[in-house]
């Protein structure tokens, strides 16, 4: 499949500074194919353990994930319609591999576009080597920008 096939393009993105890389690199590969770009953050579920500490720790937190949720799609939204590019938006929860994948499949995605440094600390532990994952497991093609 060459680049001129590509009609929907996922950018998974959790947010960080070091992945807008790659959310530029999918509105300017939408924008050259005219392809319709497809912006997902996952929010972790919150059964990893943390929700011992507590339910309303537990949904303070998940909150918390979800408002940075919006505010990374909201980034993905601007990028790409600053550059004409048709966009779709969405905060998911669940495993974020599972996540991307099944969206993927479930929308008919030619290409996943996704950043290999997120997140540090505890969010990197929520998120782990997603794009190695979604790499590992994908039927579609995948792009990985450092």
Do not use: C
Request: proline residues 2%.
């Amino acid at each position: 499949m060459g680049a001129e096939s590509y009609k929907r393009i996922l950018i998974a993105t959790d947010g960080s500074e070091n992945v807008k890389n790659a959310v530029d690199w999918a509105v300017e590969l939408a924008r050259a194919t005219r392809a319709q770009l497809f912006g997902v953050y996952v929010v972790p579920g919150v059964s990893i353990g943390i929700a011992s500490r507590g339910a309303s720790w537990a949904e303070s937190f998940k909150e918390h994930l979800q408002e940075e949720g919006a505010k990374a799609v909201e980034y993905v939204e601007d990028s790409a319609k600053k550059v004409g590019v048709d966009v779709e938006a969405a905060v998911l929860e669940g495993n974020p591999t599972d996540v991307i994948l099944e969206y993927a499949d479930n929308n008919g995605i030619d290409l996943i576009v996704m950043g290999t440094l997120g997140k540090t600390g505890i969010k990197r532990f929520l998120l782990g080597s997603v794009a190695e994952n979604v790499v590992r497991h994908s039927a579609k093609q995948v792009l990985v920008v450092p």
